[in-house]
């Protein structure tokens, strides 16, 4: 499969599907993450990039997967949904997008984190389920979401 991982960091994520014989590339915007990453991965393509940006020349290609953990919670639902539609041309006809990140089945879930954490808390654009599933479905995705912990999600986006 060939797999592009965005916001790779140091290639933790990666390097699960560098064991499964994925073909890998992986993008960040930290030039010392990914300095890290290449030393684990050397087989691994990496890019500086900001994802907000258009991809670069070099992966102007097709993937079977792209992924990404912990990641989009920097971005607004609206540009969450932006870059995903720009991703999805880069899918194979069969090719899914797969997001691990910060996630609460809707707000009254978050709320109920931050109070158990008793204000050790970040507030960021984390992604509310109730409100991101419609909102890909309308942009065209087919949509799978499954909480995996009280402040994870996993989302699996199709065309």
């Excluded at 030393?39 to 500086?48: G, R």
């Excluded at 258009?54 to 997967?65: H, M």
């Excluded at 309308?138 to 995996?148: D, L, M, N, P, T």
Aim: charge should be negative.
């Amino acid at each position: 499969m060939q797999v592009l991982d965005l916001g790779a960091g140091t290639g933790n994520l990666a390097i699960r599907f560098a064991a499964l014989g994925c073909e890998l590339w992986c993008t960040d915007f930290s030039a010392p993450m990914l300095a890290k990453g290449g030393e684990k991965l050397p087989a691994a393509h990496f890019y500086l990039h900001d994802l907000r940006t258009a991809l670069p020349p070099e992966l102007n290609r097709s993937f079977d997967r792209i992924i990404s953990a912990y990641v989009f919670h920097h971005f607004e639902l609206a540009e969450k949904v932006r870059i995903l539609k720009e991703l999805a041309a880069h899918l194979t006809p069969a090719g899914w997008i797969v997001i691990g990140d910060i996630a609460f089945p809707d707000a009254q879930a978050l709320e109920d984190v931050k109070r158990a954490v008793d204000g050790e808390w970040e507030d960021e654009y984390y992604w509310m389920a109730e409100e991101a599933i419609p909102a890909l479905e309308r942009a065209g995705f087919k949509v799978e979401y499954s909480q995996v912990s009280p402040c994870e999600g996993v989302f699996v986006i199709r065309r």
